[in-house]
T-cell receptor
Framework: GAGVSQSPSNKVTEKGKDVELRCDPI?????LYWYRQSLGQGLEFLIY????????KSGLPSDRFSAERTGGSVSTLTIQRTQQEDSAVYLC????????????FGQGTRLTVV | KQEVTQIPAALSVPEGENLVLNCSFT??????LQWFRQDPGKGLTSLLL?????REQTSGRLNASLDKSSGRSTLYIAASQPGDSATYLC???????????FGKGTRLSVIA
């Protein structure tokens, strides 16, 4: 596609349920990032994929959070046993490669845990 | 650890005014610096990318400068318009295997 696509755009889930958020990066982009943005807050880094290298998971807030990237393209962020503090906008970005290239963001998934 | 600071946190200006947004970073070993715009409830839109070897980039009414050695960047907006109202974020990629690090943004309001 023309840009980074995220789905769903909105997700309401009950506390304790698992959710999966999807990111389709721009075709050919080898770097993929996940961030989250809580209401009125800045962007919090979650995880970063670069090509076939091991992902940088240093930003994942707990072991309830995990992400994978299949075939170097689509990525799924999974949150298990959701909590109310997980409510936020989850943003995905991709770039051609990590270094001197521009990063492009999707429109985000707004997750609400009730 | 790279830290990015943006000043001011919020800014309100009358339409037509020229303005400058500031971004500073603690580690000057960067690959590039990128300015983004975020409208309420939306994702981020890339405005300008400055490579570490560059001093400035221009796009329309926007001009971004980079002084890597002092750890500073500015975003200059000429002849501001109400449509420029948004939050402006800067982010850097530091050499080494690190992700994009963001500042907390400057919330700009341009009053008609």
């Amino acid at each position: 596609g023309a840009g980074v696509s995220q789905s769903p755009s909105n997700k309401v889930t009950e506390k304790g349920k698992d959710v999966e958020l999807r990111c389709d990066p721009i075709s050919g982009h080898t770097a993929l990032y996940w961030y989250r943005q809580s209401l009125g807050q800045g962007l919090e880094f979650l995880i970063y994929f670069q090509g076939n290298s091991a992902p940088d998971k240093s930003g994942l807030p707990s072991d309830r959070f995990s992400a994978e990237r299949t075939g170097g393209s689509v990525s799924t962020l999974t949150i298990q046993r959701t909590q109310q503090e997980d409510s936020a906008v989850y943003l995905c970005a991709s770039s051609l490669e990590r270094g001197n290239t521009e990063a492009f963001f999707g429109q985000g998934t707004r997750l609400t845990v009730v | 650890k790279q830290e990015v600071t943006q000043i001011p946190a919020a800014l309100s200006v009358p339409e037509g005014e020229n303005l400058v947004l500031n971004c500073s970073f603690t580690d000057s070993a960067i690959y590039n610096l990128q300015w983004f715009r975020q409208d309420p409830g939306k994702g981020l839109t890339s405005l300008l990318l400055i490579q570490s070897s560059q001093r400035e980039q221009t796009s329309g009414r926007l001009n971004a400068s980079l002084d890597k050695s002092s750890g500073r960047s500015t975003l200059y907006i000429a002849a501001s318009q109400p449509g420029d109202s948004a939050t402006y974020l800067c982010a850097v990629i530091t050499t080494g295997n690190t992700p994009l690090v963001f500042g907390k943004g400057t919330r700009l309001s341009v009053i008609a």
